[in-house]
């Protein structure tokens, strides 16, 4: 999330990185060709902006560096916390399973090669969890 508020943040800096004032400057430059010379705007360059910007930018800063720690999750651990060393535990934190988990490698001659797995799940009443190829 910090990442992509830096990116908008950081595109108003420019006209480049703002699609709405890409915008206005095409209907000011569109709406000049349809008044008198005394009243025409002038456009737009790619660093009009960057004044405002610069300030948004910066606000946008402190305001993350201050309001940052209420707003951002914690990194708090608790008993959910998913670390595990094998995919065996990791499941059974991940979806606080009671049953046994286990790992099932199937060779190429088994008569289970080739099934649905909703099949496999019916026939061998088991829960498949993820499968791979290796």
């Excluded at 006209?15 to 709406?31: A, K, Q």
């Excluded at 065996?88 to 099934?115: A, N, R, V």
């Amino acid at each position: 999330m910090p990442m992509g508020f830096c990116a908008i943040l950081g595109g108003t800096i420019t006209m480049v990185g703002s699609s709405p004032l890409i915008l206005l400057n095409d209907l000011i430059l569109t709406s000049n060709k349809a008044l008198p010379e005394a009243q025409q705007m002038e456009s737009w360059s790619l660093f009009s902006v960057t004044p405002i910007g610069l300030v948004m930018v910066t606000v946008g800063i402190i305001y993350f560096v201050v309001a940052g720690r209420f707003v951002l999750p914690t990194n708090k651990k608790d008993k959910t916390d998913t670390k595990a060393t094998n995919a065996k535990d990791y499941f059974q934190k991940l979806y606080g399973l009671e049953h046994t988990i286990t790992e099932l490698e199937i060779t190429k001659d088994s008569p289970m090669l080739g099934k649905n797995v909703l099949d496999l799940e019916k026939e061998y009443k088991v829960r498949i969890l993820a499968m791979c190829e290796g």
